[in-house]
DNA sequence: CATGAATGAGGATTCATTCAT
DNA sequence: TATGAATGAATCCTCATTCAT
């Protein structure tokens, strides 16, 4: 909701403008429309908003991105993109398996508490049944990694004796998932409803400690 | 909603609480607009929508609720009574610990799947980051019987020394939530992505079993 | 809305607003429409404009039209019903078959001169290859009577021995459209190339005079 | 135009003019303005839609023709430029007058219905009451030819005692133009109206003969 | 209580046109 | 010349809300 008062001050400078440079223009724009994607929804956000934040205009949105929608989804799109990346970070090869689990959980655990804006562009996305996300090509192309490095690690901690053998990779990958998200996308009703904190550090390394024994003792023979 | 052109026929039709009596009224109300804030958001689900659903005119959602915003806080208020009333259901204490825990986590898991449009507003509130039901009086009184229920559950496992003694209420409670809320809230970009099932009664089936093995297991001593 | 520049000088009174009179509201927005329809074509036309030069805001044209493609076809609509209405005003049985007929040219002549804003906005609607109007139920209606009443003139005329008989009514009908339209619709065009005048009543009367004749002419036998 | 996303294919292809040869953007230009002009209208015309259109980019349209109504006017002036060129096709001289103003009409019938993008650019100018042809220079010329060779077609009727004495050239050849043009400009609205098909070859050979005989009776003594 | 009419303030989108290279 | 990027100014349309009866 805006403000209908005037407290929201215009900014009217600090527009480097006509810089013909469409990747950072467009890069610009993302990175602002991603924030309020995120922040409030898809039919909360505010083009006007998002142009007001941006180094360049509203019109510079329809240019690149046809609307508000086509916005959205190249959003989407690009946080997607980025976990895909980021979770080659962790070398799950180097380590014993159930370190190397351990390892994941926390990193997941870590990544989704540091990187709200996915989280809740994720709840968005729910929220519109994941239509714009289906819509998108090479969507699969994001679990690849994420179910066969797992796979890989369970063969291993089976081989070696020390998983159970039943484990289904993507119900393990849901249950560290659903573990790890929890804590950020519900942490405002849950904290207002039963009196916890759910942000400080010592709450977040406790419930990590927790989501991570869990798991593991879920993955032990 | 306006006449689209000027043959727009009404359908005065099925409307049947044109006697006037405003509990139902106001209930009718409510039960369209559970749907259609669940269904849209906030922000994207519209007075004109939810008046057209009722058995009402728009007119009377403002003598009732004074507002959009009144009118999704007295939804979500709605949504958490009925919960805190329907949580009664398990009666934990006829069960040894073990098997009621067990009981409560397939509970549990059962009422978030055949209660969509409540998980929905749950994320919804979240996106708004919770400042709607903050200001609700009682929302507190939600909690204390889940966690002393289940405080009461652990102390008997404990006593049974079928559950460790470390447990804590809230903890558990948060661990069993983000396991059951995830398989409904987030099932569509995780079923996109991952090309799962996860609304088959044999899919939730065997969700179901993973999540109560997983807690079953963590409390074990 | 408003024009940035001065000299758009605005007449901020007259507007007798909160009155609670649909069909004067409708019928007014109409009229406006139909001017300004006529005037700028579909797409040139603004609804800005149009909402200015009404009793009422632009707020309302969506309330009742829905859209401005909605508004023009309500416009379209009226114009021919208006038209199907007034036909009946030359009583071709009173009359002898030769001077019914030119009758008929006549007053269709001076309908169409008098009708300019009828003109245009048929001329309008073939631009738009008469898609908006071939979407408009009734419009057959239109046809029945003006054709029926020819033909029954002409059947009149063969009779009495003073008409051909191969005479097509529908022909004949697009004969003396085609020559009355052609009088205002190209007006323009025509009159600035061959530097003639097509406006004075003394051109009108001229030009009416040769219309009928050729008419007469075309159906003797 | 603009890139509708970001990996919007651009179509780089069939761009034959990359060689600079001013003369031939300009009229590839012009004969794509023609048609959009011709089929949306001044206003309903889109200047990106035109230049994607086109061999070359939407900054030579500016460049040419500096702006949609510079472009708009060359397009005029080319049609009527065109027209003039070809009425000579007709050697008017070469048969009896009768004869000769049957087969001017027919010429006329068909050239008009071969030309649509003529008939409907005239009726584009007609709604702008033709105010951008006033502007052109040579517009009359134009005319000159026309009226100059029905008067001596006429004279030479005359004389032949094949032509009434009282006729006037521009009068004919308004009801010339007015019959042939109606079949083409109102084709749209009045074959919905009257149910009436007034495309096939023998609707309009039909038409052709109707039209031609009528003159030709108006004409005879 | 109830209803249809009415509306100000925004909100998304489009357009002709210009600029930097 | 030529091209992609950029833009101010509309332009259509929507929304929550209020008024008269």
Do not use: W
């Amino acid at each position: 909701m805006a403000p209908k008062t005037a407290k929201a001050v215009k900014k009217p400078a600090a527009k480097t403008a006509r810089v013909n440079d469409p990747e950072r223009t467009r890069a610009n724009i993302i990175g602002v429309a991603t924030h309020e994607f995120s922040e409030h929804g898809l039919s909360g956000a505010r083009i006007d908003e998002i142009a007001d934040r941006t180094h360049t205009s509203k019109r510079m949105i329809y240019y690149y991105f046809g609307s508000k929608e086509g916005l959205y989804r190249t959003v989407l799109e690009e946080c997607y993109r980025r976990i895909r990346a980021i979770e080659h970070d962790v070398d799950l090869e180097a380590l014993p398996p159930l370190e190397a689990l351990a390892e994941l959980v926390r990193f997941t655990f870590d990544y989704q508490t540091n990187n709200e804006d996915f989280i809740r562009l994720v709840m968005v996305e729910n929220i519109h049944r994941g239509e714009n996300m289906a819509a998108l090509p090479n969507i699969a192309a994001v679990n690849s990694n994420a179910i066969q490095r797992l796979k890989t690690l369970c063969a291993r901690g089976v081989k070696e004796g020390v998983m159970r053998k039943d484990l289904d990779p993507i119900d393990l990958h849901m249950s560290i998932s659903a573990l790890c998200f929890f804590n950020v996308s519900n942490r405002h009703t849950f904290s207002t409803i039963f009196k916890v904190d759910m942000r400080s550090p010592k709450a977040l390394t406790h419930r990590k400690d927790t989501v991570t024994e869990m798991i593991l003792r879920y993955v032990t023979p």
